[in-house]
């Protein structure tokens, strides 16, 4: 620890704080700036210095993501012991050219293929059914493993011990089931019900969010909703461990609802018990949205931020009652035991969450942050983002393409790189007279709140546009007045409330959860009133989104001139996301809805179908604010009982066939026909029928000089195991008739309460 007096006696004599790397590493790559060296020989002496000691290893979990995100694009599942030798074969290699200048090459190549092993082994691990069809009034028996409450339905996750059907089917060990509100069982509690499952929801358009996938992961084959009574049976076996858990957790979080429940009501109940036990289901739509576009919604899923909180507030109260008593400070590293403190907090409160991926994630952070204080290294570091980074893609892999894993290390690069590289800068030079000048008025608190938003909002903003299609304005301005109210009130009184439940004195602390959580509410809603409050953005493709995402890591992680070939990643990606084309047509899988971009620009719909969430999904994706019920979406369509026709913008005529007595006609004049029918064979148009949205999926068409490119959902030759079709499956499968005695609450959800993904 040498080097560490050392640093601290320069920290001293110059007043600044220390960065990393060390300035006169970088000074001295860059000594050849300051003669007529060529561009070549300072671009050879910047790559030399970023690839020198202690430099590589925030960029091993940059590799370890990029093998896992080839993996997930790959066509075609690979064979998992082929990449796990591939992957023991490169990292021999580099461990035998440990001291040969083409290390850091072999090293970065080896974490690649590592990646894209540990991916291919944890779906090999997990592998499972997953419905192909939908089955009707199937009879199942199973353990209750999780239940989550929401707005207007429950729904709970049933690991399946039985599974009865008219014509067999395929095992399945986990379906998530909607339930009618207030109707869903206890965990751990064996219960047989009967079900209509379908299979998980697929991408709502080619390229978009994989919902299918993200069950996959989960372990989850089938969703649907319940059809009747669900009566709670004698268990043929126990549970085992981890559901004698699960149901002790649920039976703490209830709990800990109902006390928040008995003295607060309303979205203000629902958000704090968010915060507190990770359910967030039961806030209402109005303010859910208006969290959203505030740029506030960060707050009602539990993420890094809440862990910092926790430990945070556990860590300082801790250390502050220690010092309290002279003879502990002088005798033993309080600092240490406060931080140890500090995360056993942070692991109940894993637990007491649900320890869902997302949860999982941000604790590894902070554990990785307080035993680094606990070892007396520096906590805030690129060192402890790519530890955390790898602890979590080893464990959960199918986490790098989930939204909140890749919103949450963005906004944390940013944030540590601000921590060091802008905070020295702007903060640590005691004789200038300015900065002593806005501290002394509270300016420094107030600029590096601003800043972090600031950063945090600009490096997360190409995630949401991507994934949400909207970007949030004015996210700066609602942070910089909730979240001070959320760090300094909600939170703490959120944990004093659980300390004080057994003790009966928690009421006092629900109701100062109450008065910051109503201010929070008021922001996000004042916020999100505010012209041009949404931002919506088009959908563009993976490869901006990639090219963005290369950028912010350049930025984040260089330290010589290199780092802005960063920002001209994130400008080209900017120019290649705004220039992408829109898709002429698009049609659901189900061939119900069908959206045609008319000579304005903007999608027709023609459905015969209540959903409407499908379509909802187009036109945010469209940049198009109109609702699905706006008269203007099906101006110049005209329908009857035969089917629609619509007329595209290139002046063709597009048609859904309802009857197969329509043909004639659309065959004749339409140049595209959605039908669920057998078109006949010499119909001169393009025919999109149910075999091929079966087994292709949602399918976008792009206009071409000869007619129409399709991009589906599921190419032909592509197949995963989360998005498997099996032809053998019947679509009209029953189950048998299974007496039993009939049960006083009926389950089934209303329809009008259900949910697309349900």
């Known amino acids: 620890m040498a080097g560490g007096g050392e640093q601290q006696q320069r920290r001293s004599r110059t007043g600044r704080a220390i960065t990393w790397p060390p300035r006169g590493a ?274 009602l899923s539990i993420s890094g931020y809440h862990m910092a909180v926790v430990a945070g507030v556990v860590f300082f109260a801790v250390r502050a009652l220690l010092a309290l008593f002279p003879a502990l400070t002088v005798t033993f590293p309080i600092k240490k035991w406060s931080a140890a403190a500090a995360l056993l907090a942070a692991a109940f409160y894993l637990l007491l969450s649900g320890a ?26 690129f060192r402890t983002l790519a530890v955390a980074a790898m602890i979590v893609l080893l464990i959960a892999p199918e986490a790098l393409v989930h939204p909140s894993f890749q919103m949450s290390f963005a906004a944390t690069l940013g944030l540590v790189a601000l921590v060091q590289i802008g905070m020295p800068n702007l903060f640590a030079s005691p004789d200038n007279s300015q900065v002593a000048r806005a501290a002394l008025w509270g300016g420094r608190e107030i600029t590096m709140l601003a800043l972090a938003s600031l950063v945090a909002g600009f490096a997360t903003m190409p995630y949401a546009a991507f994934h949400f299609h909207r970007v949030t304005p004015y996210g700066v301005l609602a942070n910089l007045a909730a979240m001070p109210v959320v760090s300094a009130l909600v939170m703490p009184a959120g944990l004093l409330g659980i300390l004080n439940i057994p003790f009966g004195l928690d009421g006092v602390f629900w109701r100062l959860m109450d008065v910051g959580i109503g201010w929070m509410i008021t922001v996000s809603q004042w916020v999100a009133a505010l012209p041009g409050a949404i931002g ?121 066939t309802l009857k197969p007595e329509a043909f004639a006609d659309d065959c004749a004049r339409a140049a595209v026909i959605v039908t669920q029918h057998q078109a006949p064979a010499d119909c001169a148009a393009m025919v999109l029928d149910q075999e091929m949205l079966r087994t292709r999926g949602t399918l976008a068409l792009h206009k071409t000089a000869d007619g129409y490119a399709v991009l589906a959902n599921r190419p032909r030759g592509v197949k995963r195991p989360w998005a498997s079709v099996s032809p053998d499956d019947d679509a009209n499968t029953a189950a048998r008739p299974v007496s039993r005695a009939a049960q006083p609450v009926d389950a089934t959800p209303a329809e009008n309460d259900l949910r697309p993904d349900d």
């Not at 093998?67 to 790959?74: L, M, Q, S």
């Not at 109707?183 to 079900?195: D, I, M, N, W, Y």
């Not at 590894?364 to 520096?378: E, G, K, P, S």
């Not at 015969?608 to 499908?614: E, I, P, V």
Request: glycine share 10%; net charge positive; aromatic share 6%.
């Open 356 to 381: 869902e991926v997302a949860t999982q994630r941000s604790f590894f952070m902070t554990a990785v942050v307080l035993i680094a204080v606990m070892v007396d290294r520096r906590a805030i570091t």
């Open 26 to 299: 970088v000074r001295a790559a860059d000594i050849a700036e300051r003669g007529s060296v060529s561009l070549t020989e300072k671009v050879r002496g910047w790559a030399a210095a970023e690839a020198g000691p202690g430099r590589l290893l925030p960029w091993v979990p940059v590799a370890f993501g990029a093998g896992i995100a080839i993996y997930f694009a790959a066509d075609r599942e690979p064979v998992a012991w082929v990449t796990a030798i591939t992957a023991v074969a490169f990292s021999v290699a580099a461990f035998a050219a440990r001291r040969n200048r083409m290390f850091p090459l072999i090293v970065m190549l080896a974490a690649l293929a590592a990646g894209f092993a540990v991916a291919a082994l944890k779906t090999a691990r997990i592998a499972h059914g997953v419905l192909a069809r939908p089955m009707f009034s199937v009879t199942m028996k199973g353990f209750v493993e999780t239940r989550d409450e929401r707005e207007r339905t429950d729904r709970f996750v049933l690991r399946v011990e039985q599974m009865e059907s008219a014509r067999g089917t395929q095992k399945l060990e986990r379906v998530r089931l909607s339930v009618k509100k207030g109707t869903a069982p206890a965990v751990g509690s064996f219960v047989e019900l009967k079900a209509r499952l379908l299979p998980p929801l697929s991408p709502l358009r080619p390229g978009s969010y994989d919902f299918g996938r993200d069950m996959y992961f989960q372990g989850i084959g089938a969703s649907g909703f319940v059809m009747g009574a669900i009566k709670t049976v004698e268990a043929p076996r126990s549970g085992g461990l981890y559901l004698r858990y699960a149901a002790s957790m649920q039976r703490m979080r209830d709990a800990i609802d109902a006390r928040i429940r008995s003295v607060v009501s309303g979205d203000n109940r629902a958000i704090a018990t968010a915060l507190l036990t990770g359910r967030r289901d039961a806030i209402s739509a109005p303010v859910n949205d208006a969290m959203f576009i505030s740029g506030l919604g960060h707050v």
């Open 536 to 656: 919506q953005i088009a959908s563009f493709g993976t490869g901006p989104l990639a090219l963005m995402s290369a950028g912010i890591i350049a930025l984040g992680l260089l330290r010589t001139p290199l780092r802005w070939t960063g920002a001209a990643s994130i400008a080209l990606a900017t120019v290649w996301a705004l220039m992408t084309p829109q898709p002429a047509m698009l049609v659901a899988a189900d061939g119900h809805t069908v959206a045609v971009r008319g000579k304005d620009g903007r999608l027709r719909l023609m459905r015969n179908g209540k959903d409407a969430f499908q379509p909802r999904e187009w036109l945010a994706a469209d940049a198009d604010g109109r609702k699905v019920t706006d008269a203007s979406l099906t101006d110049g369509v005209s329908c009857d009982a035969a089917g629609c026709v619509v007329q595209a913008g290139d002046g063709s005529v597009v048609a859904l």
